[in-house]
């Protein structure tokens, strides 16, 4: 990953904060001063080193790790603002990613059963008896992210 | 990747499918803020492999489950 994609990956994040919502090709182009179409490539490029997800055949944003384009379970409230994340893993990292205590709100994935989690101070606090299962081992997480 | 009432909980959503691996509230925010705290730094710079697996390494997820490709 070359730094011209790095300014790239940079201007995307800030957008998806900024917005509340994933950018798009067009927004982030007036953004960084490029052409759509040198977006549209360096966001396959980033897509292909795991900087970013996109959706298949498509330069729409899926996911800016950990803040996911499209609603998801797991609804993250932090410094002002409301976003979706991909997983457990990743609504815990919004408030992470944002230096931010937050509230994650969520359902138990077997039962259904609202849980709300409140990060105070990098700590979980609240339903802090929950507990995070990960089906996939490391190793393979990347073989299908959505699914991981 | 998801949280669940208890181990109860988890083995009726796994319905048979071998399961991966469970760990706390507490450690899936030290995960989270050790893995994701620089990601909107403007000097973010992409992990590497060996970074990544120190971070799991250093807050004891050790094992074959937790080893990055």
């Known amino acids: 990953m070359d730094d011209l994609d790095i300014a790239l990956r940079n201007t995307t994040y800030g957008l998806f904060v900024e917005f509340g919502k994933a950018p798009t090709v067009d927004e982030t182009a007036r953004r960084a001063g490029m052409a759509s179409a040198h977006v549209a490539l360096g966001w396959q490029r980033l897509h292909d080193a795991h900087a970013l997800v996109l959706y298949p055949g498509t330069d ?15 609804r993250v409230h932090a410094s002002g603002r409301s976003s979706y994340a991909n997983c457990a893993w990743d609504a815990f990292g919004i408030c992470a990613a944002l230096q931010s205590d937050g509230r994650i709100e969520t359902a138990c994935a077997d039962c259904g059963d609202e849980i709300t989690v409140h990060v105070e101070g990098r700590k979980p606090v609240g339903e802090i008896d929950v507990l995070f299962h990960c089906l996939v081992p490391a190793s393979q997480w990347w073989d299908d992210i959505v699914f991981s | 990747m998801n949280l669940f009432r208890s181990e109860e909980h988890i083995v009726r959503w796994l319905d048979g499918r071998s399961p991966g691996t469970t760990i706390s509230a507490l450690a899936l925010c030290d995960l989270a803020h050790a893995w994701w705290g620089d990601r909107l730094s403007p000097s973010w710079r992409p992990h590497t492999r060996d970074q990544n697996q120190s971070i799991l390494d250093s807050l004891g997820l050790t094992g074959t489950f937790w080893q990055l490709p």
């Open chain 1, 60 to 74: 729409e944003l899926r996911m800016a790790n950990p803040f996911a384009a499209r609603s998801t379970p797991y």
